[in-house]
C-alpha cells in the first residue's frame, strides 16, 4: 500500500500543494511580510517590486500579506463548511442505510429537494437571510454538503449492511447505532475521505463566490474572492490585481483535486484501471 | 425649370443628409435603475434623475444652480406675513395624455400627496399647507398654517410635480407629465427610453431622444462609455478610471458639487456615543484629506457640519477638529473609553461607505479604536438603522439639499436631542427676512458642529464623464436630476 | 412504464410543493420591509402602513402562501413590488439573457469536452492523453468568475475585440447580442468542460475494457470502428446524466457570471430582488429555478433510461 502511493503523481502533487497552502495559513496567523490590513495611502496601486513582492492595492495594502491571510480565511471557512457537511449527513446517511423503509425514503427525498436549489443561489439566500459573514457563508456552504455526505454515506453503508458478519451482529441484538459505529463507518471512511476532500475544494470555490459578490468573509479581513472583486474596479490601471488572487484560488483547488484523484486511485483499485 | 426642381430636391436631400448626421439623441448613463418612474410615489434618486424637469413638472423647479424657478407657475406674488401664496399659473399646458393643466390639477396633486393613505416619501414638504384654493382656472391660492422659508424651494422637488389626474394612478410604469419629454419604453434591467413630446407648452427641447441607461457596474460603466455606448455619466461610478478620460480628447471630465452630506452618523443615545467627548475624539481621528483621497480617489470636499459648501449660507467649520490622533486619544482617554473599544460600523452599498469604512476602521485603530465592519442592504440599512435605531455607527450620504431640520426633529436615528437647536430652528423656519435667515442658517451649523451629533466628513463630488461635444448638461447636483432639457450637441 | 412515469411525476411535483413551502417561509423571516425601502428615509409611519395595505402584505401569511401558489398554478407569477409590472414580464425579459447563456454554456461545454475524452480515451497513455487530462485537472480548478475576468483581461482590454460587459439585447441583431454572451459562456462553460472532458474519457475507458466491446474487437471490427460504434454510445449514459447535474450548476454560475460581465440575466435579478426585498420575485425565481432543474433531471432520467440498452430491452 504504502509503496504504491509513491508511485501515484497526483497524490505526490495534490499532497505537496495542499501542504504548502495548509502552512501558508498557518504562518499568516504568526507572521506576513506587512500586516494585512495596514494601509498605506501613498504607495497605492504599486506594482510588484522588492518591496512589495505582488503589489499594493488600491489602500495601499500589501497584496503578498493579503494573499496569504486570504489563504487562513478561505481553509478555514472550507473547514468547517465540510465538518458541518459531514457532521450531520454522515450520521443522517448511515441512519438511512440502517433503517431501511420510510426513515430511508424520507432522508432521501429531503437530499433531492435539498438538490433541486442550486447550490450556490440557496447560499446567496442564506447569506442574504442571515447577513453577509464567514460564520453564515460557512453554514450556507455546509448546508449543501450535508445532502452530498448523507447520499455518500447511504450508498456505501447499504453494501457493507448486506454483508454478513453484519447480519450475525445485527442477530446477536446488536443496536443499529452500534453496528453503524463499530461495523459500518470504518468499511467505508475511505469513501468518505475522498468524498470529503472534492468536497473542501468545492467549498473553497463557493467560499470565493460567495466572496466575490460580498457574501463571504467581511473586512478588513482578507478574502480571495473579495480581491478580485475589487480589483475588477481597478482592472484598467492594475489588471495584475487580478492575477494573483485567482491563482491562489486554482492552486488550493487543484491541490486538493489531485489528492481527492490519488486518494481514490489508492483506495478503488477497479477506478484505477479506469484512469 | 424640371432641372430647377431637381436641384432643389437634391439639395433638400442633402440638407437632410447633413442634418441627420449631427446628433440629437442623447444616452445617457445612471448607476442605479429606478425602481419605478412615480416621484410622487417613492424616495429613490433614480426616479428623479430620469424624469425631473424632463417629464414632470412642478409649479416651481430648480435650476442648475439651486435657484427657484418659475415652471407651471409663471409668476407668484407672498404676502407680507408668509401664510399665502398666490401663483399665477401658465394657461394651455396639457399633459402628455391630453388632460388640460389648471388650478384643479394643483388641488389634486397636492391633496394626493397630503392625503391620509399617500405614498409621498416626502409628506412632510405638504405639512404646513392649509388650503388651496382656485379663485379662477389659472390662479391658484396656496395658504400656510405657518409662515415656510423654504416652501417655494420645496414645491419644486421632484415629490411635489404635478401629475394628471386620469393617469396618476398609472404613473410608476407609465409616467404621465407636461414636460418637454414623454415616455416611450422601459426595458427593465437595462434602460428607459423618452422622445420629444411636440405639443410641449415650452420652447422645444434640441434632442429628439434620450436614452437612460443602466449600468451599476464601475468597470462596465467605464467600458460602456470609452465604446461609445453611453454619451454622458453624469454620476460616474468609477473615480478611479477618470485619469484615463481626462488623458483623451473625445471626452469632457467635470467634477461638480452634489448636494450628498456624506457622515458617520452615531448612535446618540447609546453609549459611548452620548460623551461629546467620544464624537470629538472620533472626528479628530479623522483625516478627511486622506479619506477623500483613498476611498474616493481624491473627489469630495471636507465638510464641519452638516451642509455643503454650494448652498447659501454656508459656513467653513471644516476646522473645528482638525485632524489630530493625540488628542482625539486624550479625549477617549478622559471619557473612559479604554483602547481596543470595539464598535460596529454599518456600511450600505454605495462605494463611499463601504470603501469609507475600511479607511475610517484604518484610522480609527491609530487611536485604539476597533471598528466591526458590517456591510448592510439598503433593505437592513433602513430598517435596523433608520427605522430601529438598533445600531452604533453608520456611513451615509444624506442628499436631500437644505435638510437641516432632520436634526430637530423629535425622532430621528441619530437621537440627536438639543432643546438649544430645536428652538434655533423655529426661529429660522419663521424669519421671514432673507439677511436673518443667512444668519440663522449659519448659527444652525455652528450648534451642529458643536455638539458633532455625527462625524461630518465631505460633500460627495458629482464626477460626471460626457463626449466632449455635449452642451448643456447640468455640472451640480443641487438636487437628483438629470435636467436634459437644455442639452445639446456641438456641430 | 406509465406507471414508472407517473409515480415520477408525482414525486416531482411533491418536491416542487416542498421546495415552494421552503423559499415562502425562508422569506418571511428576512429582515426589512419592502414598503419601507421603496418610500425611503423621509417617509412617515402611516405611509409605510398605508403602502403595505396596498402591496397586501398585511394579510395572513397562510392566505398570502395560497395566494401565490394559486396564482402560479394559473401562470399569474404577481406583481413587482419594486417594479411595479408583472414578474412575469420581469422574468420574460431575463430569461432572454440566462438561457440563451447557459444553453450556449451547454453548447460549448460539450462540444470541446466529448471530443476531447474521447480522443483522450482512444490514446490513453499516451502524452496526448497526458497533456490534455493535465490541462482538463487545472480547467476543473479554475472558478468561473476568476476565468471570466481573465477572459475580459485579454480579450477585452488587451485586444479590444470582444465588449467588456453589458449586453446590447436582442432588438439590435442576433450578432452584437450573441457577441456580447461569448466571454461570459466560455467562462461558465470550460470549467464544465473540464469536468465533462474527465468523465467522458473515464466512461470510454471503461466501456472499451467491457465484453461486448471486446467481442466486436475479435470479430475484426477496427479499433476506431469499435470506438465509436460501441464504446462511445454505451459511454454516453454517465455523460448525458452528468450534463443534466451540470446545468444545475450552471444556473447557479450564471448567477455569479452575470454579475462579473453585468449582463441582465435571471442572475442579477435575484441579487437586485433580494437586495430590495422584492419578495414575491424572489420567490417566484427561486421556486422556477429548482422547478427547472427537478424538471432537467427528469428529463436527463429518461434520456438515460432511453439510451441505456439493457434498460430499452426491458422496456
Redesign the interface.
Known amino acids: 500500500m504504502k509503496g504504491s502511493a509513491w508511485r501515484s503523481p497526483?497524490l505526490l502533487a495534490g499532497a505537496a500543494i495542499t501542504a504548502v497552502m495548509v502552512a501558508v495559513a498557518l504562518l499568516s496567523l504568526v507572521w506576513t511580510p506587512y500586516r494585512p490590513?495596514?494601509?498605506d495611502?501613498v504607495h497605492?496601486l504599486a506594482p510588484p517590486s522588492a518591496v512589495h513582492p505582488l503589489g499594493t492595492d488600491?489602500?495601499?495594502r500589501d497584496v503578498l500579506s493579503m494573499i496569504m491571510a486570504g489563504a487562513q480565511s478561505s481553509l478555514t471557512v472550507a473547514l468547517i463548511a465540510v465538518a458541518v457537511g459531514a457532521g450531520l449527513g454522515i450520521p443522517l446517511g448511515a441512519l438511512a442505510a440502517a433503517r431501511a423503509g420510510l426513515l430511508d425514503d424520507l432522508v432521501m427525498?429531503g437530499c433531492?429537494?435539498a438538490?433541486?436549489?442550486?447550490?450556490?443561489?440557496t447560499a446567496?439566500?442564506i447569506t442574504?437571510?442571515a447577513?453577509?459573514g464567514a460564520g453564515n457563508a460557512m453554514l450556507a456552504i455546509g448546508i449543501f454538503n450535508i445532502p452530498v455526505f448523507a447520499r455518500v454515506t447511504r450508498g456505501a453503508a447499504r453494501g457493507v449492511w448486506a454483508r454478513e458478519y453484519v447480519l450475525a451482529a445485527r442477530a446477536a441484538g446488536r443496536g443499529d447505532a452500534a453496528i453503524s459505529v463499530v461495523h459500518v463507518l470504518p468499511n467505508i471512511a475511505a469513501v468518505l475521505m475522498v468524498q470529503a476532500t472534492i468536497q473542501f475544494?468545492l467549498a473553497i470555490?463557493a467560499d470565493?463566490?460567495l466572496s466575490?459578490?460580498?457574501l463571504g468573509v467581511?473586512?478588513?479581513q482578507p478574502s480571495w474572492g473579495r480581491m478580485?472583486n475589487e480589483?475588477?474596479?481597478?482592472?484598467?490601471?492594475a489588471?495584475l490585481l487580478?492575477?494573483f488572487?485567482?491563482l491562489a484560488?486554482?492552486?488550493a483547488?487543484?491541490g486538493l483535486?489531485?489528492l481527492g484523484?490519488g486518494l481514490q486511485d489508492l483506495l478503488d483499485p477497479r477506478l484505477r484501471?479506469?484512469? | 425649370m424640371k432641372r430647377m426642381l431637381l436641384a432643389l430636391a437634391a439639395g433638400a436631400l442633402l440638407a437632410g443628409a447633413g442634418a441627420a448626421q449631427a446628433k440629437d439623441t442623447l444616452t445617457l448613463g445612471m448607476v442605479l435603475e429606478p425602481p419605478h418612474l412615480d416621484p410622487t410615489a417613492g424616495a429613490a434618486s433614480a426616479i428623479r434623475e430620469v424624469t425631473y424637469a424632463n417629464i414632470y413638472e412642478g409649479l416651481t423647479r430648480i435650476d442648475r444652480t439651486g435657484a427657484v424657478q418659475p415652471a407651471l407657475a409663471e409668476s407668484w406674488s407672498v404676502s407680507p406675513n408668509g401664510l399665502t401664496y398666490s401663483f399665477k399659473l401658465v394657461a394651455g399646458v396639457k399633459f402628455h395624455d391630453g388632460t388640460p393643466f389648471d388650478c384643479s390639477v394643483v388641488q389634486f396633486s397636492y391633496g394626493r400627496a397630503m392625503a391620509p393613505d399617500s405614498v409621498n416619501a416626502q409628506k412632510q414638504l405638504f405639512e404646513p399647507i392649509a388650503g388651496i384654493a382656485c379663485p379662477d382656472r389659472f390662479t391658484a391660492v396656496v395658504t400656510l398654517k405657518r409662515p415656510s422659508a423654504l416652501f417655494l424651494f420645496d414645491m419644486g422637488w421632484g415629490d411635489a410635480v404635478m401629475v394628471s389626474p386620469k393617469s396618476a394612478a398609472t404613473d410608476k410604469t407609465n409616467p404621465v407629465g407636461t414636460g418637454p419629454f414623454r415616455f416611450r419604453q422601459w426595458v427593465h434591467g437595462d434602460r428607459v427610453e423618452l422622445e420629444r413630446n411636440p405639443d410641449y407648452w415650452g420652447s422645444q427641447p434640441k434632442l429628439k431622444a434620450v436614452t437612460f441607461k443602466f449600468v451599476s457596474?464601475?468597470?462596465a460603466a467605464?467600458a460602456a462609455v470609452l465604446a461609445g455606448d453611453i454619451d454622458a455619466f453624469p454620476l460616474f461610478p468609477?473615480p478611479?478610471?477618470i485619469d484615463?478620460f481626462r488623458a483623451d480628447k473625445r471626452f469632457a471630465v467635470h467634477v461638480g458639487t452634489t448636494e450628498g452630506k456624506t457622515i458617520v452618523a452615531l448612535n446618540n443615545a447609546r453609549k459611548p456615543f452620548d460623551d461629546i467627548r467620544v464624537r470629538r475624539a472620533l472626528t479628530y481621528a479623522i483625516d478627511r484629506t486622506?479619506l477623500i483621497?483613498?476611498a474616493q480617489s481624491g473627489f469630495g470636499k471636507p465638510i464641519g457640519s452638516h451642509y455643503v459648501p454650494t448652498d447659501p449660507g454656508y459656513v467653513d467649520l471644516t476646522g473645528t477638529y482638525p485632524y489630530d490622533p493625540a488628542k482625539a486619544k486624550a479625549l477617549l482617554a478622559e471619557a473612559g473609553v479604554k483602547p481596543g473599544t470595539e464598535i460596529t460600523l454599518m456600511l450600505p452599498p454605495p462605494p463611499y461607505a463601504?470603501?469609507g469604512?475600511?479607511?475610517i476602521?484604518?484610522m480609527w485603530e491609530q487611536v485604539g479604536i476597533r471598528a466591526k465592519?458590517?456591510?448592510?442592504?439598503w433593505a437592513?440599512w433602513l430598517d435596523q438603522v433608520f427605522k430601529r435605531t438598533d445600531y452604533d455607527a453608520t456611513i451615509i450620504s444624506h442628499t436631500e439639499a437644505r435638510d437641516l431640520d432632520i436634526y430637530a426633529r423629535d425622532k430621528y436615528y441619530f437621537n440627536y436631542h438639543s432643546d438649544a437647536y430645536r428652538a434655533l430652528y423655529q426661529t429660522y423656519v419663521q424669519a421671514v427676512d432673507p439677511k436673518a435667515q443667512t444668519d440663522l442658517i449659519g448659527a444652525l451649523q455652528k450648534k451642529l458642529a458643536e455638539d458633532e451629533p455625527n462625524v461630518f466628513l465631505f460633500a460627495l463630488a458629482a464626477v460626471g464623464v460626457a463626449d466632449a461635444r455635449l452642451r448643456g448638461l447640468w455640472e451640480n447636483q443641487p438636487i437628483p436630476a438629470n435636467d436634459v432639457t437644455g442639452v445639446s450637441w456641438a456641430e | 412504464m406509465t406507471g414508472f412515469l407517473l409515480r415520477r411525476l408525482l414525486?416531482l411535483l411533491?418536491?416542487l410543493i416542498?421546495?415552494s413551502l421552503?423559499v415562502f417561509a425562508?422569506l418571511q423571516?428576512?429582515p426589512g420591509d419592502p414598503a419601507a425601502i421603496m418610500l425611503g428615509t423621509g417617509a412617515r409611519p402611516d405611509t409605510v402602513a398605508a403602502l403595505r395595505h396596498r402591496l397586501g402584505l398585511d394579510a395572513p401569511l397562510a392566505l398570502r402562501y395560497l395566494r401565490w401558489i394559486a396564482g402560479l398554478a394559473t401562470g399569474d407569477f404577481g406583481i413587482s413590488y419594486t417594479y411595479s409590472v408583472p414578474v412575469r414580464t420581469l422574468i420574460g425579459e431575463r430569461v432572454l439573457v440566462s438561457l440563451p447563456l447557459a444553453v450556449l454554456a451547454i453548447v460549448l461545454s460539450t462540444a470541446i469536452a466529448i471530443p476531447v475524452g474521447v480522443l483522450a480515451a482512444a490514446r490513453r497513455g499516451r502524452a496526448a492523453d497526458a497533456a490534455m487530462m493535465g490541462v482538463a485537472?487545472?480547467g476543473?480548478?479554475?472558478?468561473n468568475?476568476?476565468l471570466g475576468?481573465?477572459l475580459?483581461?485579454l480579450f477585452a482590454?488587451r485586444l479590444p475585440w470582444l465588449p467588456a460587459s453589458g449586453f446590447p439585447g436582442w432588438d439590435g441583431g442576433a450578432w452584437p447580442a450573441l457577441r456580447a454572451l461569448i466571454l461570459p459562456a466560455l467562462a461558465l462553460g470550460l470549467p464544465q468542460g473540464a469536468i465533462l472532458a474527465r468523465v467522458t474519457r473515464?466512461a470510454v475507458?471503461?466501456t472499451l475494457?467491457e465484453d461486448f466491446v471486446r467481442t466486436a474487437r475479435a470479430w475484426g471490427l477496427s479499433r476506431r470502428a469499435a470506438l465509436w460504434r460501441h464504446a462511445v454510445p454505451n459511454a454516453l449514459v454517465p455523460v448525458v446524466t452528468l450534463i443534466g447535474l451540470q446545468f444545475?450548476?450552471l444556473?447557479?454560475?450564471t448567477?455569479?457570471v452575470e454579475?462579473?460581465f453585468t449582463l441582465p440575466g435571471l442572475g442579477r435579478l435575484?441579487?437586485q430582488a433580494?437586495?430590495q426585498r422584492d419578495l414575491i420575485v424572489?420567490q417566484d425565481l427561486?421556486v422556477l429555478?429548482?422547478?427547472s432543474?427537478?424538471a432537467v433531471n427528469f428529463v436527463v432520467d429518461l434520456v438515460a433510461a432511453w439510451l441505456d440498452p439493457r434498460q430499452r430491452l426491458a422496456a
Do not use: C, H, K
Not at chain 1, 115 to 121: E, N, R, S, T, V
Not at chain 3, 140 to 143: F, G, K, L, T, Y
Open positions: 497526483s490590513t495596514a494601509m495611502f497605492r488600491s489602500f495601499g427525498r433531492d429537494l438538490f433541486a436549489f442550486p447550490a450556490l443561489l446567496v439566500m442574504a437571510l447577513g453577509p475544494a470555490v470565493a463566490g466575490y459578490v460580498g467581511q473586512p478588513p478580485l480589483a475588477q474596479t481597478f482592472i484598467w490601471r489588471p487580478a492575477i488572487p485567482g484560488i486554482m492552486l483547488v487543484l483535486n489531485l484523484d484501471r479506469a484512469r | 457596474d464601475p468597470s467605464t468609477a478611479e478610471a484615463q486622506q483621497e483613498a463601504r470603501r469604512g475600511e479607511v476602521a484604518a465592519l458590517v456591510p448592510i442592504e437592513q | 414525486i411533491a418536491t416542498a421546495a421552503v425562508v423571516v428576512l485537472q487545472v476543473v480548478a479554475i472558478p468568475f476568476w475576468l481573465l475580459i483581461l482590454i473515464a475507458i471503461e475494457g444545475s450548476f444556473l447557479a454560475g448567477v455569479i454579475n462579473v435575484v441579487f433580494i437586495a424572489v427561486v429555478l429548482a422547478g432543474v427537478i
